[in-house]
C-alpha cells in the first residue's frame, strides 16, 4: 500500500510540474509574441508620419497631402515591392533556419522580422482613420484573445484542421497575388471575409499545438528545444493575429 500511494504521490508531483510549467511556457509565447507586437505597430506608426508631409512636393496623395521623399520610394516606387514580400521572406527563412539557431538569435530573427512587418504595414495609417484602426485593433484582439483560450481549453482535438487551413492559406495568397492585377473589390471582400475565418482557426489550432508539442517534450527537458519552441509559438500566434487584423481592417475599417 505504500508502494501505491508513493507512486501516486510522484505521477501527481510531475503532472503538477508539467502544469506549472506550461503556464510559464505560454506565458514566454504570449510576452514574445506582444514586444513583437508592440514593436511592428512603433515602427508602422513611425513610418507613417514620415511618409506625409504637409509641405507640397510632386508626390500629392490627397488634398493637402504629399508623400516625402521616403514615402515615395516606400509607397510609390519598384521599392514598395521589396517592402511588401520582406516579410514573408523572413518567415521563410526563420521557419527553415531556426534548427540552426540559437534560442537567442531565433528571438532577435524574430524582433527584426517583427521591425520589418511594421515597415510592410505602415500604409494603414495612410489608408484608414487613426480611429478606425484602433477600433479593429480592439476588436481583433477580443476576438484573439477568446478564441486562443477555447483552442487551449478545449478537450476537442482540432489537429485535422491543421492541413485544411493552411491549405487556404495558400489559396488566400494566391488569391490575392491575382488581385493586384484585376483590383477587383468582390473578390477583395471575399478574400478578407474568409481570411478572418481562416485566421481564426488557426488561432485555436496554433494554441492547442503549442500546448500539445509541449506536452510531448516536457519530461525530456531540452531547455534548448523550449527556448526555440517559445519563438515558433510567438511567430504563429503574431502572424495569425496580424492577419486577422488586416483582413478585418478591410472590412470594417474606415478609410481617409
Known sequence: MADVKTIRSAAGTRSAAIDEGLRTHMN??????SVGMLITFAAAWALSGLAVSATPTEYQIGANEYLTGLGYALYASPLKWVVMFAPLAFVFG????INRMSAATAQVVFYLFAAVMGISISSIFLVFTGYSIA??????AIAFAGLSIWGYTTKKDISAWGSFLIMGVIGLIVASIVNIWMAS????????AIGVLIFAGLTAYDTQKIKTDYLAHAQHGDAEWLGKSVIMGALNLYLDFINMFMFMLQLFGNRE
Open 185 to 192: 473589390p468582390a473578390l477583395m471582400f471575399a478574400i478578407s
Open 28 to 33: 514566454k509565447v504570449y510576452g514574445t509574441m
Open 135 to 140: 477600433q479593429v485593433f480592439l476588436i481583433t
Open 94 to 97: 526563420l521557419s527553415a533556419g
